[in-house]
């Protein structure tokens, strides 16, 4: 979260504080670009799957290449929405970012599913 944390910088966790500090637009609270982030990965993943699946079955190593990039985007932003999911102090709405977490996880789930199910459906066609 640090790396987030400083490329953010200023970073302001209210539309108040944006205002002192001269920003107009508030992005969110470093929770919340944390779970959005690990959505983004995790929606790569399961994009990348998706393409791996298509392709696992023609010759050549695309589709292994591609499962391997979904099972490793997969896994890490459903791991980064389930820490979130860990960590956070509430619910929805307070900007902890348990919603945009908890897509993270079901995406990054769906991303290594697929990723494996196309690693392994290439594997059989070779």
Do not use: H, Y
């Not at 982030?37 to 998706?50: E, H, S, Y």
């Amino acid at each position: 979260m640090s790396l987030l944390l400083a490329l953010a910088s200023p970073v302001c966790t209210s539309p108040a504080e944006c205002a002192g500090q001269g920003i107009d637009t508030f992005i969110g609270t470093p929770a919340r670009v944390w779970a959005s982030v690990a959505a983004l990965v995790a929606l790569a993943g399961a994009i990348t799957g998706w393409l791996a699946l298509r392709s696992a079955r023609r010759p050549g190593t695309g589709g292994r290449r591609l499962s391997v990039a979904a099972l490793t985007l997969g896994l890490i932003g459903g791991v980064n929405g389930a820490v979130k999911l860990a960590v956070a102090d509430g619910g929805l709405g307070t900007g902890n970012g348990v919603f945009g977490a908890a897509v993270a996880l079901a995406l990054g789930l769906a991303g290594a599913f697929l990723g494996g199910l196309a690693r392994n459906r290439a594997a059989a066609s070779s």
